[in-house]
């Protein structure tokens, strides 16, 4: 199957300062990359949804210039975290569609984000 | 509004069959998925049902019935490693995105 790879897979950072995480599909082109974010126990939530050479489509209550997101080629997709805060510590994961599929999207492995 | 309701938790034991429903209301329909996500991992895809009717594949099975706004996944011959959270996504438009409902967490017993 698709394999999609995030990077890094957890990070550590200090508040006040940005952290990018990167989501690539590995074996195929994605047009469109879906960012998502997931509290313990909750369920996941639709950030943002980007297609390759355009703007990001933010969801209601998501602040487009606090999580900056950049789809410039067809295998990659860019979630910066810009000023951190403890309450943005999350596990962010991004998905991918496979532009030849019929309706799979396919998961990256997440990112767990701590902010101190 | 859109809402997608499924139990929060079940329990099982192993060798048998358990049954996790889900109920949908969406402004539209274009598909409902089933993802499995063990804990502090990613979704992994399970099935896709668009029509109505049974899609089965392997030991999971899911269902579907649009005009009751309904569908289920069924495992059957349950083992240990099937303890997780079982998630049920509708797409409702044409653009991909997908309404989530808050996962089902099913614990297998031995």
């Known amino acids: 199957g698709a394999v999609v790879s995030q990077h890094p897979s957890w990070v550590i950072c200090k508040s006040g300062t940005s952290v990018k995480i990167e989501c690539r599909s590995l074996d195929f082109q994605a047009t469109t990359m879906f960012w998502y974010r997931q509290f313990p126990k909750q369920s996941l939530m639709l950030m943002a949804t980007?297609?390759?050479?355009?703007?990001?489509?933010?969801e209601q209550g998501v602040e487009k210039d606090k999580f900056l997101i950049n789809h410039a080629s067809l295998t990659l997709s860019t979630l910066t975290v810009t000023s951190a805060h403890p309450e943005d510590s999350s596990f962010y994961i991004c998905?991918?569609?496979?532009?030849?599929?019929?309706?799979?999207?396919?998961f990256g492995p997440g990112t767990r984000l701590t902010v101190t | 509004g859109q809402n997608i309701d499924q139990p929060t938790e079940m329990t099982a034991t192993e060798g048998a069959i358990v049954q996790i429903n889900c109920t949908y209301q969406t402004s539209g329909f274009n598909g409902l998925f089933w993802y499995q996500q063990h804990a502090g991992e990613a979704p992994t895809f399970l099935s896709y049902?668009?029509l109505d009717g049974l899609e089965e594949k392997g030991r999971f099975s899911s269902f579907l019935s649009r005009s009751k706004g309904y569908s289920y996944l069924l495992l059957k011959e349950l083992q240990m490693k099937d303890s997780a959270s079982y998630l049920c996504?509708?797409?409702?438009?044409?653009?991909?995105?997908?309404?989530w409902g808050a996962g089902t967490k099913l614990i297998i017993k031995p």
């Open positions: 980007s297609n390759e050479g355009s703007k990001a489509t933010y």
């Open positions: 998905s991918a569609r496979d532009a030849g599929a019929r309706y799979e999207q396919y």
């Open positions: 049902n668009v």
């Open positions: 996504a509708v797409r409702a438009g044409s653009n991909y995105q997908l309404i």
